[in-house]
């Protein structure tokens, strides 16, 4: 079956770096777009990050020219270089599959937290 599995999270201080990766089995990797998800205490789930297929990205404007999403379809794996972090980037943050004919996600990670704090 389809899994998504995230690593890569943890504590840092603001103005530092991590990069998350989710490893993904069970389905044809590189015909499927792909997204990075966030939530914070309190507050609903957003899209911080999406790339298609053809590598075409998407960024919300909160993290665009800190974060950058990526592919590499022979290891089954989608990354997100997070440079210059701040306090509010705090959040656990999930990648998923994005189903081709609805375009919605339909498979999620069991996300990895992300910490920014001094």
């Known amino acids: 079956q389809v899994q998504l599995v995230e690593s890569g999270g943890g504590l840092v201080q603001p103005g530092g770096s991590l990069r998350l990766s989710c490893v993904v089995s069970?389905?044809?990797?590189?015909?499927?777009?792909m997204g990075w998800y966030r939530q914070a205490p309190g507050k609903e789930r957003e899209l911080v990050a999406s790339?298609?297929?053809?590598?075409?990205?998407y960024y919300v404007d909160s993290v665009k020219g800190r974060f950058t999403i990526s592919r590499d379809n022979a290891k089954n794996t989608m990354y997100l270089q997070m440079n210059s972090l701040k306090p509010e980037d705090t959040a656990v943050y999930y990648c998923?599959?994005?189903?081709?004919?609805?375009?919605?996600?339909?498979?999620w990670g069991q996300g990895t937290q992300v910490t920014v704090s001094s």
């Open positions: 790339i298609t297929s053809g590598e075409r990205t």
């Open positions: 069970g389905m044809d990797f590189n015909i499927y777009a």
């Open positions: 998923c599959r994005y189903q081709i004919t609805t375009r919605r996600p339909d498979y």
